[in-house]
T-cell receptor, first 114, second 111 residues
Framework: DAGVIQSPRHEVTEMGQEVTLRCKPI?????LFWYRQTMMRGLELLIY????????DSGMPEDRFSAKMPNASFSTLKIQPSEPRDSAVYFC????????????FGQGTRLTVV | GQQVMQIPQYQHVQEGEDFTTYCNSS?????IQWYKQRPGGHPVFLIQ?????EVKKQKRLTFQFGEAKKNSSLHITATQTTDVGTYFC???????????FGTGTRLKVLA
């Protein structure tokens, strides 16, 4: 298995533009997590899905952020409109069975909003 | 809410010295996991501890889960430059599927 695949690896966009981050979890994994990492706030959980259903989105900063998981092999995190404070590394992770099993992280998307 | 704190936040050591990071949860954990993130990389799973008082070793790394299952430690013997990175502990949030990650300890090893 190729692991968790995220795209793009780097994204530079202008303030106000829409940004879409993509994630392909490991096949067979039931849980998918989106994290944001910054120096100031560390690793923050934004949202997680179990069996494609959003379970907890309490970490989503505001209505500008939305996430979908239309099927077991694909998820997106969208920011519209983007702002400079959204600049961070966004990680997608998947696990076989929630937090009882190890999380496999993707390589991350480094987002810069100018 | 449930919190997982790690100390120290940063640690600089000379190559060959030992290193320990401590993880403390505000609630009892069913298991504790440890991850390592190299600079510019992504977190990578190291190990999972499940039993109270459990101790596991991976070469120079020793992991321990506290008797009360609320704390854990990672000890590295004779650090090497390859040990550089941030070490995170993580545990399941009560009654949910999600991980609560600790604040991390950033290790620098001076050659």
């Amino acid at each position: 298995d190729a692991g968790v695949i995220q795209s793009p690896r780097h994204e530079v966009t202008e303030m106000g533009q829409e940004v879409t981050l993509r994630c392909k979890p490991i096949s067979g994994h039931n849980s998918l997590f989106w994290y944001r990492q910054t120096m100031m706030r560390g690793l923050e959980l934004l949202i997680y899905f179990n069996n494609n259903v959003p379970i907890d989105d309490s970490g989503m900063p505001e209505d500008r952020f939305s996430a979908k998981m239309p099927n077991a092999s694909f998820s997106t995190l969208k920011i519209q409109p983007s702002e400079p404070r959204d600049s961070a590394v966004y990680f997608c992770a998947s696990s076989l069975r929630g937090a009882d099993t190890e999380a496999f992280f993707g390589q991350g998307t480094r987002l810069t909003v100018v | 809410g449930q919190q997982v704190m790690q100390i120290p936040q940063y640690q600089h050591v000379q190559e060959g010295e030992d290193f320990t990071t401590y993880c403390n949860s505000s609630t009892t954990l069913s298991n504790i996991q440890w991850y390592k993130q190299r600079p510019g990389g992504h977190p990578v799973f190291l190990i999972q501890l499940v039993k109270s008082g459990e101790v596991k070793k991976q070469k120079r790394l020793t992991f321990q889960f506290g008797e009360a299952k609320k704390n854990s430690s990672l000890h590295i013997t004779a650090t090497q430059t390859t040990d550089v990175g941030t070490y995170f502990c993580a545990g399941p949030s009560s009654g949910t599927y999600k991980y609560i990650f600790g604040t991390g300890t950033r290790l620098k090893v001076l050659a």
